[in-house]
């Protein structure tokens, strides 16, 4: 599904494709055709991210060349289906709307659905907006979604790659410290040519218990507030024009804390915002703020009351998303051109200094759990080889113009917690696919309770690497050793005489809110609703009479009273006997 294609053609922000959500849908015969020469799919993934990310979740590997082996960058989970959604609107662009992805998502969902599979979706991106609380909208959609009860599905979100950036401070207020000063600095830089697209952004929260003033001080010393809670203030100046809003509506609904603003930004082409340093001041005599540079298109930082804490980006701090950092697995490597490069004074195993660490702005631990993600190998798009427009693999470099592709010309290298945020999304994948009844909760639990402690790790959990560094083999016995508690169980039996007669029961160990749904898929045969009785208390029972061989799919929707509904499903091959000619079976 590719939002980009045709995107939003009128400017009205809604998208204007004939597929689901606006986008363009293509099936898997349509991409096949494609793939073979006899037909055509659109969608170019210009900047590689995508296509990169997919292959450490699921790549088979089998793309190479300059006769490096085949099954040399193989994903972690090379056989599972893929579903993959282009959320980003415009050509190149690396930028999502929260509630594109959030439809992405919601698309992902619904094919789970009708195909009757679990799904774990990869979510490599974020931002430093929201309370970082995990009660951001998407943040809320996303748990809305998954968690626990709700079986086969699950959500893995990179951390963020701002670990080495000043972008977040804090302090606490008391009768004798009832200031702080925080510094930030705008460097020089090259205004872009039109209105209001020059700019820094900051995002603060404070308890709905406190009452703070907030003022802001130019380069030239000029002074503008202080804005006290409830309150709103701005003007144009000569310096740039500023904002600040300070808990103006009252409470956020998100989370019933109060939120201010402040921001500079050129209102007029004439007035951009002064480069040098500027101060925000917050005076309070109680409670605790925390206040991030959201965003800034001229590379402002802060330079005072620093904090290098609770940076994990949002959605990452949704409560049951699985979050991820990231750890440097490879220093070396043979690029296109047969060179062999490095990177100086990066060493293996460590956590890599760009992950962001948390933990939540409410104590909780972001991120989970820490993957491989400097570095890595993986599938390069065909699109996005260096030299072309919006390709993430140029080095900058004449002399190594190829030296984040790898010799077999088929697979690019990069960072970032993008790509450390797959390697778990196909463990999860794994985890599914031996038992596709676990929730989110379930396969978090897995992975945190089986990663590798270490010396570079230290005493865990901890901010930066959560629980320790991924470890699938480890994940998939503690599943098997540690299998989750059953609620609702499922059983099939098959007359052995007559093996296309199947009965069925749901066994709950509490009274269910009605009665259970059911619907079964053989092969590629649409699915099949099946009535369900009760015969007591806590025992369903369906059945059903097989017409097809094949895979098939049981789906059983029950809901115990007083929690959410639940999915569980069963596979079973279905082999049909047949009568010969003298009417013995065989």
Known sequence: LDFSDPGDTNGDEILDGTGPFGGSLYLEDQINQAISGGGEVSEKDLVGHGTHVAGSAAGNGRATGNGISSDTYVGVAPEADLIIVKAARDKGSRNFYDFDYINAIKFIDSMSTVLREPYVINLSLGGSNGPHDGRDLAEQAIDELVGRNKRGKAIVISAGNDGEKAIHSTGTFTNYNNSYEIRFSIPNYNPNSDNMDDYVFFEGWYSAS????????TPTNKIFGPVTTGNEYGTDTNEGAIYITNAKNGTSPLNGDRQFLVQVYDFTKQNTPASGEWKIIIEGTSGRYDLWLSTSTMDAY?????????IVGTPGTA???????????????IDYDNNSLYIPNLELEYASAFSSPGPTRDGRIKPEISAPGEMIAASLSADAFPGSSYSMFETGSNQFPNGYVARDGKHGISKGTSFSAPHVTGTVALLFSYNPNLDAIDVRNAI?????????????????WGY???DAYNAIKYVINNPPEITLNLAIFQNPALTQYIDFYLISKHPLEQLPTATIKVGNQSPENINMSQLDSYIYKGEFVLTQEGLATLTVNATIQGQSAQIIYKYFNVNLLKMNSENNIH
């Open 210 to 217: 406190d009452i703070y003033k907030i003022k802001i001080i």
């Open 302 to 310: 802060l330079t005072s009351q620093t904090d290098n804490s609770m």
């Open 319 to 333: 409560f049951n998303a699985i979050t991820v950092g990231s750890y440097v697995t490879k220093v070396r490597w």
């Open 448 to 464: 945190i309770n089986s990663a590798k402690k270490d010396g570079f790790t230290g005493s865990t959990p901890n901010d930066k």
């Open 468 to 470: 320790g560094k991924l």
